[in-house]
T-cell receptor, first 113, second 113 residues
Framework: DQQVKQNSPSLSVQEGRISILNCDYT??????FLWYKKYPAEGPTFLIS?????DKNEDGRFTVFLNKSAKHLSLHIVPSQPGDSAVYFC????????????FGQGTILTVHP | DADVTQTPRNRITKTGKRIMLECSQT?????MYWYRQDPGLGLRLIYY???????NKGEISDGYSVSRQAQAKFSLSLESAIPNQTALYFC????????????FGEGSRLTVL
């Protein structure tokens, strides 16, 4: 029973264009949502987060949108850069699993020059 | 130096052997975690510890055990390794308050033949 799904295993975009990564969840108790980025041979690193009391959080080129009614969040990267090529994981937190994140399967983003 | 250090970084072993993966941290965090990454499955939680005297099973604890030797040290053991435990293992830490960011080590790649 996967509580968190990233249905696109991979995404390929051109440099300068927008990248949109999606994440769906089933647990309505999740109230904090994080995105992590992972390069090969490195551990994941925190990218951006959003609380359930907000529907948007922006940090430079990265914006996360949350639609609680649809149990859906998305990460927008604009403009995309080749250095953004990595695996992106969404990781909700909250409810009975508070403090231990549940990770999606990840989306491999490739940004072509 | 890395804040979260995992040893060994790479290990090849044979079925039935006992393996220990070690994690140490200098971040001063109370919470420590062991995750496993498999292609297409994201990161799955094996065990977590919210303080030195606290040990909890995660999503996939069967076949694994852990020891929290000190605030800074959290080790993962495979008592009798099997081939489907071949994976990339990550240790992570977080602060003890609220839903928060995890800080990951660089990973330990384990191959069980």
């Amino acid at each position: 029973d996967q509580q968190v799904k990233q249905n696109s295993p991979s995404l390929s975009v051109q440099e300068g264009r927008i990248s949109i990564l999606n994440c769906d969840y089933t647990n309505s108790m999740f109230d904090y949502f994080l995105w992590y980025k992972k390069y090969p041979a490195e551990g994941p690193t925190f990218l951006i987060s959003i609380s359930s009391i907000k529907d948007k959080n922006e940090d430079g080129r990265f914006t996360v949108f949350l639609n609680k009614s649809a149990k859906h969040l998305s990460l927008h990267i604009v403009p995309s850069q080749p250095g953004d090529s990595a695996v992106y994981f969404c990781a909700p937190d909250g409810g009975t699993s508070y403090g231990k994140l549940t990770f999606g399967q990840g989306t491999i983003l490739t940004v072509h020059p | 130096d890395a804040d979260v250090t995992q040893t060994p970084r790479n290990r090849i072993t044979k079925t039935g052997k006992r393996i220990m993966l070690e994690c140490s941290q200098t971040k001063g965090h109370d919470r420590m975690y062991w995750y496993r990454q498999d292609p297409g499955l994201g990161l799955r939680l094996i065990y977590y510890s919210f303080d030195v005297k606290d040990i909890n099973k995660g999503e996939i604890s069967d076949g694994y055990s852990v020891s929290r030797q000190a605030q800074a040290k959290f080790s993962l053991s495979l008592e009798s390794a099997i081939p489907n435990q071949t994976a990339l293992y990550f240790c992570a830490t977080s602060e003890s308050t609220g839903a928060g960011e995890l800080f990951f080590g660089e990973g330990s790649r384990l191959t069980v033949l």
